[in-house]
């Protein structure tokens, strides 16, 4: 990168700027999945909007290939690229809470802990998440499952607005009213469309919740998963539970006797009136008596970060995903076969429900077309030794491939890799027409293709 074209940058910018040659290039340059090494131009760590906006413009003036980067969680590590300009939104992490609308605005910088945190003072939440060390923005774009997702829905059903720095380095606002096109897009359709600096998010009431994880032997999968869909679907909304496989980490407060053995287990969450939450959980424990038993009163915040310390930034990650409809005997059947497998003792696989108040919201009202899954799944094979890389993304492949025949055919893009445009296709099914239309009209030329890529040409050939 010539060192003209920096300094014409860096006289536009609050921010600050790291090059390769910088003492703290690699160090910022590093995103959560160790298995993602790559090597930009310049890291942007943006101050404001005018910087990100002076970023977008630069990068289009000098045909820059442009990567945006909120908390750096992204499976695929679609938040950085070989020589790109970085717009690093990490700087900008202004919360403002309005008690008297119940809502949050929420720079796009933020991580879900840091909002969590916010939110919990006045006893709220945004329903966004299963880990604190996610950002608030690639979450959101993406749809945003978690724990209060059969509640109160996905985190874009709680979107009112976002603020967004267009190709042209416009920035406008995206609402009911304002550009509701590119309203409609933002909520599901990644980092397609701009940069979004800032979400407002109507705040819903959640203090203390009754959760936790629930643990059973292994080879009790195949029992415990028919019985925890069917209860599961036909529970009331404030009744959630993820399913697992996984293997007992070999740390405190776990018990010595469950160190390092494969479990299958529920991490639940139930937001309904705490009187009543024994009462409920004592039909559950009633199934089966858990080997671990952790479930009980605790704040948001505490549930939302549980796992944070297992899951540090920069293991090695390979991720695989689909959305599932229904659950019959022949697809519990590849769980129990790979849960028995697991490859690496932090590898795992998640059913996340995505049902409930999110299914009550229409195909076509947001880009989330599979308002009529059941489940998000995850399998994820994760290792902190990059030896191991080809082992985790062997076991994670071969389970997805055996799997997927069960499937509803797309996944959470937020869950996926770069697996292609099919893949892409195929998790917007009918929305991915509006999408491309959409793209077509608000970034033409493709400037944001760093990420699962809608790609503006399409909407001419599906005319």
């Given at each position: 990168?010539?060192?003209?074209?920096?300094?014409?940058?860096?006289?536009?910018?609050?921010?600050?700027?790291?090059?390769?040659?910088?003492?703290?290039?690699?160090?910022?340059?590093?995103?959560?999945?160790?298995?993602?090494?790559?090597?930009?131009?310049?890291?942007?760590?943006?101050?404001?909007?005018?910087?990100?906006?002076?970023?977008?413009?630069?990068?289009?003036?000098?045909?820059?290939?442009?990567?945006?980067?909120?908390?750096?969680?992204?499976?695929?590590?679609?938040?950085?690229?070989?020589?790109?300009?970085?717009?690093?939104?990490?700087?900008?992490?202004?919360?403002?809470?309005?008690?008297?609308?119940?809502?949050?605005?929420?720079?796009?910088?933020?991580?879900?802990?840091?909002?969590?945190?916010?939110?919990?003072?006045?006893?709220?939440?945004?329903?966004?998440?299963?880990?604190?060390?996610?950002?608030?923005?690639?979450?959101?774009?993406?749809?945003?499952?978690?724990?209060?997702?059969?509640?109160?829905?996905?985190?874009?059903?709680?979107?009112?607005?976002?603020?967004?720095?267009?190709?042209?380095?416009?920035?406008?606002?995206?609402?009911?009213?304002?550009?509701?096109?590119?309203?409609?897009?933002?909520?599901?359709?990644?980092?397609?469309?701009?940069?979004?600096?800032?979400?407002?998010?109507?705040?819903?009431?959640?203090?203390?919740?009754?959760?936790?994880?629930?643990?059973?032997?292994?080879?009790?999968?195949?029992?415990?998963?028919a019985w925890y869909h069917k209860f599961l679907c036909s529970m009331p909304d404030n009744v959630y539970g993820f399913f697992a496989t996984l293997t007992v980490p070999p740390v405190a407060p776990f018990p010595e006797h469950l160190h390092l053995k494969k479990m299958c287990g529920v991490v639940w969450c139930y937001t309904g009136e705490m009187d009543k939450a024994e009462e409920v959980f004592k039909t559950i424990r009633a199934?089966?008596?858990?080997?671990?038993?952790?479930?009980?009163?605790?704040?948001?915040?505490?549930?939302?970060?549980?796992?944070?310390?297992?899951?540090?930034?920069?293991?090695?990650?390979?991720?695989?995903?689909?959305?599932?409809?229904?659950?019959?005997?022949?697809?519990?059947?590849?769980?129990?076969?790979?849960?028995?497998?697991?490859?690496?003792?932090?590898?795992?696989?998640?059913?996340?429900?995505?049902?409930?108040?999110?299914?009550?919201?229409?195909?076509?009202?947001?880009?989330?077309?599979?308002?009529?899954?059941?489940?998000?799944?995850?399998?994820?094979?994760?290792?902190?030794?990059?030896?191991?890389?080809?082992?985790?993304?062997?076991?994670?492949?071969?389970?997805?491939?055996?799997?997927?025949?069960?499937?509803?055919?797309?996944?959470?893009?937020?869950?996926?890799?770069?697996?292609?445009?099919?893949?892409?296709?195929?998790?917007?099914?009918?929305?991915?027409?509006?999408?491309?239309?959409?793209?077509?009209?608000?970034?033409?030329?493709?400037?944001?293709?760093?990420?699962?890529?809608?790609?503006?040409?399409?909407?001419?050939?599906?005319?």
């Amino acid at each position: 990168m010539p060192k003209e074209l920096t300094d014409t940058l860096r006289n536009s910018f609050h921010g600050k700027l790291i090059l390769p040659a910088d003492a703290d290039y690699n160090s910022v340059r590093k995103v959560y999945n160790g298995m993602i090494d790559k090597r930009p131009a310049i890291l942007a760590q943006c101050a404001d909007v005018q910087d990100v906006a002076a970023c977008v413009n630069f990068a289009r003036e000098n045909n820059m290939l442009l990567a945006i980067r909120g908390g750096g969680h992204n499976a695929g590590g679609l938040g950085i690229a070989e020589n790109a300009l970085v717009i690093d939104l990490s700087p900008m992490k202004e919360i403002k809470i309005d008690v008297a609308s119940k809502t949050v605005k929420v720079q796009g910088g933020c991580l879900l802990k840091e909002m969590d945190a916010a939110t919990h003072e006045v006893g709220m939440t945004v329903p966004a998440g299963i880990f604190g060390t996610t950002g608030v923005a690639g979450l959101t774009l993406g749809g945003g499952l978690g724990y209060m997702t059969r509640q109160y829905g996905l985190t874009i059903d709680n979107l009112l607005e976002a603020e967004v720095v267009l190709a042209n380095g416009g920035v406008v606002k995206a609402s009911a009213k304002e550009n509701p096109d590119l309203y409609w897009a933002l909520r599901g359709g990644g980092g397609n469309f701009g940069v979004v600096v800032s979400f407002v998010f109507k705040l819903s009431p959640a203090h203390t919740i009754y959760g936790g994880p629930m643990l059973w032997d292994i080879n009790d999968t195949k029992e415990m998963l028919a019985w925890y869909h069917k209860f599961l679907c036909s529970m009331p909304d404030n009744v959630y539970g993820f399913f697992a496989t996984l293997t007992v980490p070999p740390v405190a407060p776990f018990p010595e006797h469950l160190h390092l053995k494969k479990m299958c287990g529920v991490v639940w969450c139930y937001t309904g009136e705490m009187d009543k939450a024994e009462e409920v959980f004592k039909t559950i424990r009633a199934v089966k008596t858990p080997q671990l038993d952790f479930v009980g009163p605790m704040p948001v915040p505490v549930l939302q970060t549980l796992f944070d310390g297992l899951y540090p930034p920069g293991l090695f990650w390979y991720w695989k995903a689909d959305f599932v409809k229904d659950m019959p005997e022949a697809a519990i059947d590849v769980h129990v076969k790979y849960g028995l497998k697991l490859p690496t003792p932090q590898s795992t696989m998640h059913i996340y429900p995505v049902n409930g108040f999110a299914s009550r919201i229409g195909k076509d009202d947001t880009a989330w077309s599979y308002r009529d899954a059941n489940y998000a799944i995850v399998i994820v094979g994760v290792d902190a030794d990059p030896v191991n890389k080809d082992k985790i993304a062997t076991w994670a492949r071969d389970y997805w491939n055996d799997h997927h025949p069960y499937s509803a055919g797309g996944a959470y893009i937020n869950f996926m890799m770069e697996e292609g445009d099919d893949r892409i296709k195929a998790t917007y099914r009918d929305n991915y027409k509006k999408l491309a239309e959409i793209k077509a009209k608000y970034d033409p030329d493709n400037l944001f293709r760093v990420n699962q890529n809608i790609k503006p040409q399409m909407a001419a050939a599906m005319a």
